[in-house]
């Protein structure tokens, strides 16, 4: 049973920084990580991704002040969030895309609250 474990949300001034961190178990491969976020009445969005081979993505509303990062041989992966803001609020889930199956499996989420 795939199980994601997530930590590192919290509530932060506007401006601070936060470290999230999620930490696969179960898998039978490796697989691409990241992150999703939604806020209070908003859709879902992309925050950022990467795959075992290094390729990222990230959401234009957080270019330049996240950083994803993730250790491939632990189905680890992390993200700073710098310069964070009030909108940056939501709750962040991570996910794994296994490349043996290509099922997406989900943590529940952590929530991250910017204050002004």
């Known amino acids: 049973q795939v199980q994601l474990v997530e930590s590192g949300g919290g509530l932060v001034q506007a401006g601070g920084s936060l470290r999230l961190s999620c930490a696969a178990s179960g898998l039978d491969s490796d697989g691409s990580m990241g992150w999703y976020r939604r806020a209070p009445g908003k859709q879902r969005e992309l925050v950022a991704a990467i795959t075992s081979g290094g390729f990222i993505d990230y959401g234009d509303s957080v270019k330049g002040r996240f950083t994803i990062a993730k250790d491939n041989g632990e189905y680890r992966a992390y993200l700073q969030m710098n310069s964070l803001k009030p909108e940056d609020t939501a709750v962040y889930y991570c996910?794994?895309?296994?490349?043996?199956?290509?099922?997406?499996?989900w943590g529940k989420g952590t929530l991250v609250t910017v204050s002004s």
């Open positions: 996910y794994v895309q296994s490349y043996s199956n290509g099922r997406d499996y």
